[in-house]
T-cell receptor, first 112, second 116 residues
Framework: GQQLNQSPQSMFIQEGEDVSMNCTSSSIFNTWLWYKQEPGEGPVLLIALYKAGELTSNGRLTAQFGITRKDSFLNISASIPSDVGIYFCAGPYGGSQGNLIFGKGTKLSVKP | GAGVSQSPSNKVTEKGKDVELRCDPISGHTALYWYRQSLGQGLEFLIYFQGNSAPDKSGLPSDRFSAERTGGSVSTLTIQRTQQEDSAVYLC??????????????FGNGTRLTVT
């Protein structure tokens, strides 16, 4: 079945550093979504990508839809302590229309 | 409130007991999802309701798990004869439409279930 692999699993960085994480799929996706989950809360959508090659920004966050349609990247520039959380990629699940499959997440820790 | 509401926020139960978890989606949202998040894991899809269509139950891990959605609104996830491996955070999400690209999922804060 479809799988999403995220890397790295976790990151420990210094405040101010840039962050890069990625997500790869075993099959082609036509939508890529990036969510962030803070402790004790549900995930919140950060960025949605709908076209291969698309590059979309949301403040200090930039995400790209890979040309092969099997990967996506999320970059965070000039990290701050509130960037702490788990970042999930997600894409349409083949089982039923409208469903989503999620990666296992990249846990980000930022040292002030 | 305007968000997805889940109750209880925490539930501790003894192995073998049944539990019911409740989700109140955002008013007017036709699609409702249940996911499970075990420690250090991603979100595992459980079940998906879309309007009046038959739910997609393909993610339910065993026949001890069931869910219903009454009147197209509130949903209840029931776990019978709970096992320790059922311990996880159970997340509910809703969204207004069918197509993923049109409308993002809105998640509740989850129910943390601990089976002792």
């Amino acid at each position: 079945g479809q799988q999403l692999n995220q890397s790295p699993q976790s990151m420990f960085i210094q405040e101010g550093e840039d962050v890069s994480m990625n997500c790869t799929s075993s099959s082609i996706f036509n939508t890529w979504l990036w969510y962030k989950q803070e402790p004790g809360e549900g995930p919140v959508l950060l960025i949605a990508l709908y076209k291969a090659g698309e590059l979309t920004s949301n403040g200090r966050l930039t995400a790209q839809f890979g040309i092969t349609r099997k990967d996506s990247f999320l970059n965070i520039s000039a990290s701050i302590p509130s960037d702490v959380g788990i970042y999930f990629c997600a894409g349409p699940y083949g089982g039923s229309q409208g469903n989503l499959i999620f990666g296992k997440g990249t846990k980000l820790s930022v040292k002030p | 409130g305007a968000g997805v509401s889940q109750s209880p926020s925490n539930k501790v139960t003894e192995k073998g007991k049944d539990v019911e978890l409740r989700c109140d989606p955002i008013s007017g949202h036709t699609a409702l999802y249940w996911y499970r998040q075990s420690l250090g894991q991603g979100l595992e899809f459980l079940i998906y309701f879309q309007g009046n269509s038959a739910p997609d139950k393909s993610g339910l891990p065993s026949d001890r798990f069931s869910a219903e959605r009454t009147g197209g609104s509130v949903s209840t996830l029931t776990i019978q004869r709970t096992q320790q491996e059922d311990s996880a955070v159970y997340l509910c999400a809703s969204r207004p439409g069918r197509a993923t690209y049109n409308s993002p999922l809105h998640f509740g804060n989850g129910t943390r279930l601990t089976v002792t």
